[in-house]
């Protein structure tokens, strides 16, 4: 079967049981991507698919032959960082680090679906524009969990990314 | 997690041919293949179907695909203006990540959390009939106070699913031999008795092709989740609630509890009691009354009786201000 991960095509030879986390992991190489629980629970292996975020450890890889899949390394690179990385440096949202890229590509996904006028849970009101109070960004990063609890300065380094992002954009 | 073989369905009709276990976002059937307490043979892949779209019915409802997923579907402008308890029960329902996975078929099919289902060493009626049901004596504090049954006292974990029962949705479904039909989510699930293991009027290949909204209702929409962390958790208790005042008195009332049974619980006389009444706590205590004449706790989950009625009645108390 093929996957397309980070813009590139690759080829691989894989049992049915083999989870998205796994086949990037094990079989190509993308360990950015960490395991935690394996159940969904945690988002320590989130990946954006097709530009959502989603739990790679519970989806199957042979799934999603011709979808676009965005790992950690797809995000941006140490000689280029993407805001959001740069925000979680300079905010020191991680303690340990092993939550930090699936925080990252998480948060990423997130941004694209407050952009998208996505409500969440901590919404007033359904039918009212997306805005990012923190509150919003604790609702909306509710799947990822650090153990660590660096979730203060992970939450800053979410407005402050978001900031930036939209400066730039 | 067991070997199966993998086939991809190109259209609604070969799927039902395919015969074998479906799988759509997989978030509630991996998680549970991985502990083998599923060990399907052969997965069916549906994700391919063309079941993604919401679009209008002819009496001013929405039939939603099967696959739209929770995220589309909450986020849907109609959804958001017309079903609010709709895109409110999906989004107090699990995380962002799971939410662009799940999807609406999906969903009304999840499994209990019940935690002696999950664990293989232990007895189950659902998982496994006849084994016993380990959760009666057990660690029951989720488990359920109505239409429980001495084989299996599990809850249905949806919040969406409660939502739709309050809504009056209706199921359509392709069976194996490509006949259709629909079920109206009132009749669509089953109380545990002596078959737990049998959750849905589902028959063996028949596969959920859409979910259709009635035209939208008016009154005031809410939908309450109690749980044990404010964001990415299991409801406790939770109520659905479409509530309606004309002139100082209640017009209409339709309510759908979730965390308290086997399928999102719906009692008719609960809301008939309100209709035609001014609102009141005396009045929404009777309508506790009514919900919960037959509850009964298994020791651990006790609290949630008081909790219902507390619920119910800040939702309506809600629902009605300035009535």
Redesign the interface.
Known sequence: MKLKINGIEHELDIDTRTSLLDACRDHLGFTGSKKGCDHGQCGACTMLVNGRRINSCLTLAVMHEGDEITTIEGIGQPDKLHPMQEAFLHHDGFQCGYCTPGQIVSAVGMLGEVKDNWPSHASDNVTGDANLSSDEIRERMSGNICRCSAYPNIVDAIESASAKMKETA | ?R????ARASDVTEAGKLAGRF?AG??NL??LM?LEVETPDK?V?I?RLPLRDIETTDDGGLRIGALVTN?DL??D?RI??DY?LL??AL??G?????R??ATTGGNLLQRTRCGYFYETSQPCNKREPGSGCAAIGGFNRIHAILGASKNCIATHPSDMAVAMRALGAVVETQKADGSTREIAVDDFYRLPGDTPQIESELQEGELITAVRLPKPIAGVHRYRKVRDR???AFALVSVAAIVRTDGGKIAEARLAFGGLAHMPWRDEAVEKALIGEAPSMALFDKAADILLAEARGQGENDFKIPLARRTLKAVLADATKGA
């Open positions: 997690m070997p199966f073989e993998y799988i997989g978030t991996l998680d991985k997965l892949d994700t995220s909450a986020a402008p958001r203006k609010e895109s409110r989004l107090a699990a995380s962002g990540q799971l662009n996975k404010a964001s990415y």
